[in-house]
């Protein structure tokens, strides 16, 4: 059974940013072979939409309304994934969910707000 367990929310004013970071527990073997990525919900009951992912190799693919703006990153020795936001916009704000084989983070608040 893979856990995750995400961090970094919080509240910020347009242009600023933010880092989120998801810690994964489970079998090594399975983890260092999952694509990790993080998702999103912009409104409640929506389906969470990609955000970026990247593979364990460290491909990663990003969603259009993000591209230049968030950076994916992937430590495997430590199971970690980290999204770095930049250059915030109200349109960011969102729960921001980890993902990965099919599992899920509870979820952290993002909210970009002046």
């Known amino acids: 059974q893979v856990q995750l367990v995400e961090s970094g929310g919080g509240v910020v004013q347009p242009g600023g940013s933010l880092r989120l970071s998801c810690t994964a527990s489970g079998p090594g073997h399975i983890l260092s072979t999952y694509i990790m990525g993080w998702y999103r919900r912009q409104t409640p009951g929506n389906p969470r939409e990609p955000v970026a992912?990247?593979?364990?190799?460290?491909?990663?693919n990003y969603a259009d309304s993000v591209k230049g703006r968030f950076t994916i990153s992937r430590d495997n020795a430590k199971n970690m994934v980290t999204l770095q936001m930049n250059s915030l916009k109200p349109d960011d704000t969102a729960v921001y969910y980890c993902?990965?084989?099919?599992?899920w983070g509870q979820g952290t608040q993002v909210t970009v707000s002046s």
């Open positions: 993902g990965m084989g099919g599992n």
């Open positions: 992912v990247i593979s364990s190799g460290g491909v990663t």
